[in-house]
Nanobody, 122 residues
Framework: QLQACGGGLVQAGGSLRLSCAASGHTFRSSAMGWFRQTPGKEREFVAAVSWSGAHTSHADSVEGRFTISRDNAKNTVYLQMNSLKPEDTAVYYC?????????????????WGQGTQVTVSS
């Protein structure tokens, strides 16, 4: 089970940190990812981190502004979002891909959280 939180309303240029707490024994052997979705559009890859935390991948649209990380002792993955833009407005989902190194495709993820809304005002 994945529980995401940390979303909210922020002005452009501001920052938010999303957290996703995982329960179950597969977290530490799973790649973790963040995706986002806006109404009428497909779910979009944002960032992913390997099970060890040593390898990360970020979408071009967020590279240099967002940083994914994880704390395996706390079974939690984070998404630090800086320099937010109105186009970052979306529902953000965390996901887990057991047995995968780093995954950028949504179909590689078998477990999904409920989503948290991020709204960036101009």
């Amino acid at each position: 089970q994945l529980q995401a939180c940390g979303g909210g309303l922020v002005q452009a240029g501001g920052s938010l940190r999303l957290s996703c707490a995982a329960s179950g024994h597969t977290f530490r052997s799973s790649a973790m990812g963040w995706f986002r979705q806006t109404p009428g559009k497909e779910r979009e890859f944002v960032a992913a981190v390997s099970w060890s935390g040593a390898h990360t991948s970020h979408a071009d649209s967020v590279e240099g502004r967002f940083t994914i990380s994880r704390d395996n002792a706390k079974n939690t993955v984070y998404l630090q979002m800086n320099s937010l833009k109105p186009e970052d407005t979306a529902v953000y989902y965390c996901a887990a891909a057991p047995g995968v190194q780093v995954a950028r495709l949504s179909h590689e993820y078998g477990y999904w959280g409920q989503g948290t809304q991020v709204t960036v005002s101009s």
